[in-house]
């Protein structure tokens, strides 16, 4: 197990990719750290006990960097980051408002910039680094323009930070994910289009343990992987 004895701290865990990404992990041997935001996204038995549970507001850099000295305290830092924090949101242009538009960016990239800020001094060449972008991210489809640019942002950044740091910095950019909660919102769409939540589990497991992958953008649809250009 390549991860055994290592710390990846998962941004996002109680949303819902959070399970699949964290079982993945948990199989591989890792202690993982999640991060939620609300008392209610934890109301479920869905997450595991093996599992060191925060709550924090991502967007806040005061927050981030709090969570960053307790975990540094409870765990002695982490050695690789998963950032799934996020959120859907439809809008086109004449739905967006300036309102509507940050807080997609501060959901999208502020998040993942805070968080890898305040842990950046744990990391080193073993680390990895995985970020969401989005299929949309680099085929733009329209009613969902804050979102489209919020996860263009996330895609740019794991570029920037990876000529800034040691650790190999990533983004995962799938395509619509097959999990409970979209099939829910979309009861009426093409299932066998949409990208394995599993599939992107493994992904993430892939970018965080292999030395050869930097720098790069793996878009996923319907659960094949291939470099975004």
Avoid: C
């Avoid at 967007?59 to 000295?69: F, G, W």
Wanted: proline share 3%; net charge negative.
């Amino acid at each position: 197990m390549k991860l055994a004895n290592q710390t990846v701290l998962v941004t996002g865990a109680a949303g819902n990719l959070g399970p699949y990404v964290i079982s993945r992990l948990l199989d591989d041997g890792a202690e993982v750290i999640g991060t939620y935001l609300s008392d209610s996204d934890l109301n479920t038995d869905e997450y595991p006990e093996a599992v060191t549970y925060y709550q924090a507001d991502l967007t806040d850099q005061v927050a981030v960097e709090s969570l960053a000295e307790t975990v540094n305290a409870d765990h002695g830092g982490v050695d690789h980051i998963v950032g799934l924090a996020g959120g859907f949101s439809m809008g086109g242009i004449d739905d967006t408002d300036a309102a509507a538009f940050e807080a997609a960016l501060s959901r999208h990239a502020t998040t993942a910039f805070l968080t890898v800020r305040a842990f950046a001094d744990q990391l080193d060449d073993r680390s990895g680094i995985v970020l969401f972008s989005s299929d949309r991210a680099i085929d733009a489809t329209a009613g969902t323009l804050a979102y489209n640019v919020g996860k263009g942002a996330v895609r740019t950044l794991a570029e920037s930070l990876n000529e800034e740091l040691d650790a190999r910095v990533n983004a995962v950019a799938p395509f619509l994910i097959d999990v409970p909660g979209n099939r829910e919102a979309m009861p009426d769409a093409d299932f066998s289009e949409w990208t394995a939540a599993e599939a992107v589990a493994d992904e993430v497991l892939h970018q965080l343990t292999n030395e050869g992958v930097a720098g790069q953008t793996i878009r996923m649809t319907g659960g094949q992987p291939e470099v975004a250009t």
